[in-house]
Nanobody, 115 residues
Framework: QVQLVESGGGLVQPGGSLRLSCAAS????????MGWYRQAPGKERELVAS???????TYADSVKGRFTISRDNAKNTVYLQMNSLKPEDTAVYYC?????????WGQGTQVTVSS
């Protein structure tokens, strides 16, 4: 069964940190480009960060210098380390895997940044 399962979301105060994980199964994970997206209420889903199969990373301007995406192919897992969190980072965060015509999404994990 092909699936991506996110974990690690929650409530955190402004300035705090969280690490999201996305565990993949049923795919040749090492071949997939992986990405983290987020969707806030009333807004469109946006790309936060991505990492290619070769390890090249890209970031949205709004998170550069604060978020870090990484992958562990041995564990079939991609991570998103989020530091210096701001209230505007509040959203549901989704993991996505892409390889050729294969496109897989996770169910999402809520991140709320609030005092």
């Amino acid at each position: 069964q092909v699936q991506l399962v996110e974990s690690g979301g929650g409530l955190v105060q402004p300035g705090g940190s969280l690490r999201l994980s996305c565990a993949a199964s049923g795919i040749m994970f090492s071949r997939y480009a992986m990405g983290w997206y987020r969707q806030a209420p009333g807004k469109e889903r946006e790309l936060v960060a991505s990492i290619t199969s070769a390890g090249t990373t890209t970031y949205a301007d709004s998170v550069k210098g604060r978020f870090t995406i990484s992958r562990d192919n041995a564990k079939n897992t991609v991570y998103l380390q989020m530091n210096s969190l701001k209230p505007e980072d509040t959203a549901v965060y989704y993991c996505r895997g892409n390889y050729g015509f294969s496109n897989v999404w996770g169910q999402g994990t809520q991140v709320t940044v609030s005092s």
